[in-house]
C-alpha cells in the first residue's frame, strides 16, 4: 500500500504519519518492523523514527498471514470482491467461524479455499458477523490494515418478516441484558446495556410485516429481542417467541453494507435482498 506525505505534514515521523494519518494499528506497526522492507520510503528501506517530507512516497509491505482454518470447497455467493475487501451473501444455517460443532462447514472454510484457489493467502477476517440462522452479506478484510480501517465504519441495513401487522416506522430505545438462567437468551429490563433500533414498516401480507431495520448499537440478538418485546417476534424465531409454522429459522436477513474503501476512499454500497418471504408462506399455505 502506498501513501503520499501532505505538504500540511512536512516533518512528521515515520510511526506518527502511518498511525494518524494511515490508520495503521500499533499491531500492523510492530509487524511492519519485523517484515524485510516492511516500510520503505521512495523505495528506500526506513524506520519508524525516521522523518518524512513533503511528497514523499511511503509503502508498507504486508507481512504474511497464518491461516490456522481448514480450506473447506463450500461454495458461498460472492456479491463484491476487490483488493483490500470480500463480501459474501451468507446463507442461513452455516456459522462465520468455526465452533466446537461446526469444523468444516463455515463460511471461513469457504473463504480460505476461495482465497487458496486465486493463490492468495490471506486469514480471514469478518468486519461484520451474523449468526448462524441469519442470512445475508457479511464483509470481510484481507489485510489486517483493512480489517481495522473498517471496524465500526459499516453502515448495515437489516430486513427481517415479523409476525403480526406493523405500518409506519419507530424507534425502540431499550436496554438489553442476559436473561436470569439462561447464557444465550437475551431480554429487555433494567440494568441492561443500551440498544437502539429503527425501523420501518415496508410491506404487510399473511399477517406477517416486512420490516427494515437500522441498528445505533450492535447489540446481541438486538433486533430480535426488540421486536419480541414489542410483540412482533420474528417469523420462526422460536427463542423469542416466533412461531415456526411457516420458516425453521428466524428471518433475519442483512441487506446493505455501506462503507469507505480503506484505501481508495470511495464510498461502496452493496444490496442483496433475501428470499421472498411471502411467497415461501403462500407456498406452505396452499398445502395446508
Not at 29 to 56: M, P, V, W
Not at 262 to 278: A, G, L, M
Request: glycine content about 6%; some cysteine; charged content about 25%.
Amino acid at each position: 500500500m502506498k501513501f503520499v506525505v501532505e505538504r500540511e505534514l512536512d516533518g512528521i515521523s515515520v510511526q506518527n504519519f502511518l498511525k494518524r494519518h494511515c490508520n495503521v494499528s500499533s499491531r500492523l506497526l510492530i509487524k511492519l518492523k519485523r517484515t524485510e522492507n516492511g516500510i520503505t520510503a521512495n523505495g528506500k528501506h526506513i524506520r519508524s523514527i525516521d522523518i518524512l517530507h513533503f511528497g514523499d512516497m511511503v509503502e508498507i509491505r504486508m507481512p504474511e498471514d497464518e491461516n490456522e482454518i481448514a480450506a473447506v470447497n463450500n461454495p458461498v455467493e460472492i456479491v463484491y470482491e476487490d483488493d483490500e475487501v470480500l463480501i459474501f451473501n451468507k446463507p442461513p444455517f452455516m456459522p462465520v467461524h468455526p465452533v466446537r460443532e461446526h469444523q468444516l462447514d463455515t463460511l471461513a472454510n469457504y473463504a480460505v479455499y476461495y482465497a487458496r484457489s486465486k493463490g492468495e493467502n490471506y486469514a480471514f477476517r469478518a468486519v461484520n458477523r451474523l449468526d448462524k440462522d441469519t442470512s445475508g452479506l457479511v464483509l470481510t478484510a484481507k489485510s489486517s490494515f483493512a480489517m481495522t480501517y473498517l471496524t465500526k465504519r459499516v453502515k448495515k441495513v437489516y430486513v427481517a418478516l415479523c409476525e403480526g401487522e406493523l405500518s409506519g416506522s419507530g424507534t425502540i430505545n431499550a436496554p438489553i441484558r442476559l436473561k436470569e438462567g439462561h447464557t444465550i437468551q437475551r431480554e429487555v429490563g433494567e440494568g441492561g446495556i443500551n440498544a437502539i433500533t429503527h425501523y420501518r414498516a415496508i410491506k404487510t401480507m399473511y399477517g406477517h410485516t416486512y420490516v427494515e431495520f437500522e441498528l445505533e448499537t450492535g447489540r446481541t440478538h438486538q433486533i430480535r429481542v426488540h421486536m419480541s418485546s414489542m410483540g412482533h417476534s420474528l417469523a420462526g424465531d422460536d427463542m423469542y417467541g416466533g412461531s415456526r409454522l411457516y420458516f425453521n429459522r428466524q428471518c433475519l436477513h442483512c441487506a446493505e453494507l455501506e462503507f469507505t474503501h480503506p484505501v481508495t476512499h470511495e464510498r461502496i454500497k452493496v444490496k442483496k435482498e433475501p428470499d421472498d418471504w411471502f411467497e415461501m408462506i403462500a407456498e406452505k399455505l396452499k398445502k395446508l
